[in-house]
């Protein structure tokens, strides 16, 4: 989902503003509801073999599992970092994948979404292969969730339409049952090249947003009634975009200074007893219209911020942090109250990926 026309330049210019000077990690908080309780770094030891290019992760049973698309693969590490597994089941047959792009867990079963089969694979948690479903819907999507018989698409791959697709897992044709939401030509844009915005669910809700609006919304499970409500980020600003595809597919040129100038909704995230939507917002300075000196700071108007909701969907606090390697993957996944961020391509340590994460209090 995420950042394959931009990766270079982001590397570059991370490279460059790292090598100058390793910035501290700095977190404040707004109404110091919520403070970081803990850090923890975790590099991951590729002794054995080299990951390729991690699009995806998610916790497990004390452990972590990396989507690796160009690979293709399923790895599986340990909180200390060792590769333990590597599930290979790549091919269009029965229980294979091509581009595996999600993974999602549901009572102990994997999920994987292949991006370039279009289909759905079902394996137990020894990577068994249960089931596949093949025709749930005809376009890329950027996440997803699994609840009950229905398969919650985020879609990113029509310029128009519902942002999420309620499609029923057990009756064949592609039975939409619910849509939520209407895509905008920015959304289009921020999913369609970074896979920006993203769904989580808890017992009680579905919960999703989009990346150019500052809404959290959640759908009741029970009822499938949608409740909006605002975010509270600083200098949030998107740039209005009137045709994506356009840009896309003939005006890739723009994309470093659209993203350069722009905010936008990574990802949402249900702890155990948080809602946390996570953003970037502020502007950064790429530099690529000038010569970049090691001394240029990129990122000194650029954030990662973290807007904390309690259950009752009111916003509590925010919180910023400001350390350039936060922006080098939007890859995350999360375990009670606590967040992974994925890092990769960081120059000073030996590993191409390594894991920070942050527990809430």
Do not use: C
Not at 141 to 147: A, N
Not at 350 to 359: A, E, F, G, L, V
């Amino acid at each position: 989902m995420k950042k394959q026309f931009l990766k270079v330049i982001l590397t570059v210019v991370i490279f460059i503003s790292l090598n100058n000077s390793l910035k501290s990690q700095d977190i404040s908080s707004i109404n110091n509801n919520v403070t970081i309780e803990k850090t923890e770094l975790i590099e991951i030891k590729e002794s054995d073999y080299v990951l390729g290019s991690i699009v995806n992760m998610n916790y497990h049973d004390n452990k972590i599992l990396l989507v690796d698309e160009s690979r293709p693969s399923i790895s599986t590490i340990d909180l200390d970092g060792n590769l333990n597994h590597e599930f290979i089941s790549e091919g269009r047959g029965p229980g294979e994948f091509l581009r595996p792009r999600n993974i999602y867990i549901k009572n102990d079963d994997y999920f994987i979404w292949d991006r370039s089969n279009l289909k759905l694979i079902q394996y137990d948690s020894n990577f068994n292969f249960k089931k596949e479903y093949s025709d749930l819907i005809n376009h890329s999507i950027s996440d997803f969730i699994v609840h009950e018989d229905l398969f919650f698409a985020f879609s990113s791959g029509t310029t128009s339409g519902a942002t999420i697709y309620g499609i029923d897992l057990e009756k064949s044709g592609s039975q939409v049952n619910q849509q939520f939401g209407n895509k905008s030509q920015a959304q289009v844009l921020l999913m369609r090249i970074q896979g920006n915005g993203g769904i989580t669910a808890d017992s009680d809700f579905i919960y999703y947003v989009t990346p150019d609006i500052p809404t959290l919304k959640a759908i009741d499970i029970e009822t499938s009634n949608e409740i909006e409500v605002s975010i509270d980020f600083t200098e949030f600003s998107v740039p209005e975009i009137e045709n994506a595809a356009n840009i896309i597919n003939r005006e890739r040129q723009r994309l470093p200074e659209i993203f350069s100038s722009s905010s936008y909704i990574t990802n949402v995230y249900s702890l155990e007893d948080f809602i946390v939507v996570e953003a970037h917002t502020g502007t950064m300075d790429i530099g690529m219209r000038n010569n970049l000196n090691l001394s240029d700071d990129p990122y000194k108007d650029r954030n990662l911020q973290l807007a904390i909701f309690n259950k009752e969907l009111t916003q509590i606090d925010l919180l910023t942090i400001d350390e350039p390697e936060m922006f080098s993957s939007l890859v995350r996944t999360t375990n009670k109250n606590s967040i992974y961020f994925l890092y990769q391509d960081i120059p000073h340590i030996d590993s191409n990926y390594q894991i920070k994460k942050i527990t809430l209090k």
